[in-house]
C-alpha cells in the first residue's frame, strides 16, 4: 500500500491517490464488522484462504495494467485480504495457546507484525525506486506464496488430528 501513491505519482495519477488510499482503509476496517461472524460460521482456515485469494486478486490486477481501475481494484483487494488475514490470524492465536500464554503471546505477535509491516513498507519503496512497480507486486506475490503455503500446511496438518472427544 505505502508503494502505491508514489507509483501513481509516476504514471501521472497523484492527484487520485488519495480516494484510492481511502477505498484500501475502508476495505482494511469495515469488513472487520462481520469478520468474526464470517469466521465463527465458515471457520479459521476458509477465512484466511480467502484473505490469500484477496491479495492474490490485488497482486495480479496491479501487475495487468496502470490504469486508475487497477490501483483501486488492488488495493481494495489488498484491504480486504488484509483484513481476512490479519483477523483470522488473530483469532487463531486465541485458539492455539494457553489462558496464561495469551497475554505474551498477542504482545509478541504484534510486535512481529508491525515490524514485518514496517520492513516491508520501507522495502517496497526501495524497490519500487529501483527496480518499478512490477517487482515490487512480484515480491509481495512471492511472499504470498510463502504465506498460502504456510497456512495450507497447517490446514492440512489440523486435518489429519483427531477430533478432540
Known sequence: ???????????????QSPTVIQGHVIAMFLPSLFTGSLIQRFGIL????????????????ALSGIEIMNFSVA???????WNFCFVGGSTLLTK???????????GL?????????????LSAGVILEHFG?????????VMLVIAAGVTILWGLAGL?????Q
Open 109 to 121: 505477535n504484534e510486535f512481529i507484525v508491525f515490524a514485518t509491516t514496517a520492513t516491508a513498507s
Open 75 to 81: 488495493l481494495i483487494a489488498l484491504g480486504l485480504g
Open 133 to 141: 512497480w512490477r517487482l515490487v507486486n512480484q515480491s509481495a506475490f
Open 96 to 106: 492455539v495457546h494457553t489462558e496464561a500464554e495469551k497475554g505474551r503471546v498477542q
Open 1 to 15: 500500500m505505502t508503494a502505491t501513491p508514489l507509483a501513481m505519482k509516476a504514471c501521472g495519477l497523484l492527484g
Open 46 to 61: 476458509p477465512i484466511l484462504l480467502m484473505g490469500h485469494a484477496c491479495f492474490a486478486l490485488a497482486f495480479l490486477t
Open 160 to 164: 489429519r488430528k483427531p477430533a478432540a
